[in-house]
């Protein structure tokens, strides 16, 4: 009887620590929150949205739609046509909209898709290419470029 006391000393100490371990957010989940936050300073809105057909992006499964990474910028004076894109090796390919968009060389890493609508300026892609927040500037001033078009 006296070993059933230890016993169970050891199984609520094992619990707790597990419970506080299991708490820790990894690395990954860190990086990628810095780096939003970072994005909101600068006047970026990212958010994660179920990845359009459009854009190609994989499927999660063959019944789940993938979530994909959206950062935009809004432009509150301009008034911009609609125009998709998908970005095949470096370059726009129209899906709608404008032909003077066409074979625009996009020089960053990760990007699935531009679209452009109303006010709002918009890129899909993989945070996981830049998980150290090093494009972010360049991100926006493409996002700016593409609206001054």
Not at 22 to 49: F, I, T, Y
Not at 97 to 108: M, N, Q, S, T
Not at 116 to 138: I, K, P
Request: aromatic share 8%; proline share 4%; hydrophobic share 50%.
């Amino acid at each position: 009887m006296e070993n059933t006391g230890i016993w169970v000393a050891i199984v609520i100490v094992v619990f707790v620590l597990g419970s506080i371990f299991g708490l820790r957010v990894s690395p990954r989940e860190k990086a990628l929150g810095l780096m939003r936050d970072k994005a909101r300073k600068m006047g970026l809105h990212p958010r994660l949205v179920k990845a359009p057909d459009w854009t190609k992006v994989p499927m999660a499964t063959e019944s789940r739609a993938s979530m994909v990474a959206y950062y935009s910028v809004l432009i509150p004076e301009a008034r911009l046509a609609l125009m998709r894109a998908r970005v095949v090796e470096q370059k726009l390919q129209l899906v709608q909209g404008d032909e003077k968009f066409k074979d625009f060389p996009i020089a960053l890493k990760g990007i699935y898709a531009i679209d452009m609508q109303a006010n709002c300026v918009g890129l899909y892609w993989d945070e996981e290419a830049d998980l150290r927040a090093t494009q972010l500037d360049d991100i926006k001033a493409l996002l700016h470029t593409l609206a001054e078009l």
